[in-house]
């Protein structure tokens, strides 16, 4: 079973940084969209950024300006910096891989941005 190894979740104050990495298989990162999902306690899960193997990226209104989704194609990595963070980004973090019409995903990590 393929499975994506996440880090970098915390408790952080508001207006800090944090930053998310998955780790990925070989032989599922290249080619693929890669990308976060979140989820807060009662809420649904929400579509956080995405970035294709061709460098497109895509962020959700709510994160716009201030996160930034990056890869590493040659270690297999996908990133998820965080800046100005803010409580309404508490969540639960997931990454994904997209490839060959198959989604993998990570286990989450918790992000916790709280005074």
């Known amino acids: 079973q393929v499975q994506l190894v996440e880090s970098g979740g915390g408790l952080v104050q508001p207006g800090g940084s944090l930053r998310l990495s998955c780790a990925a298989p070989r032989s599922i990162f290249s080619i693929s969209t890669t990308g976060w999902y979140r989820q807060a306690p009662g809420k649904e899960r929400e579509l956080v950024a995405f970035?294709?193997?061709?460098?497109?990226?895509n962020y959700a209104d709510s994160v716009k300006g201030r996160f930034t989704i990056s890869r590493d194609n040659a270690k297999n990595m996908v990133y998820l910096q965080m800046n100005s963070l803010k409580p309404e980004d508490t969540a639960v973090y997931y990454c994904?891989?997209?490839?060959?019409?198959?989604?993998?995903w990570g286990q989450g990590t918790q992000v916790t941005v709280s005074s």
């Open positions: 970035m294709t193997s061709t460098s497109i990226k």
């Open positions: 994904y891989v997209n490839n060959v019409g198959n989604r993998y």
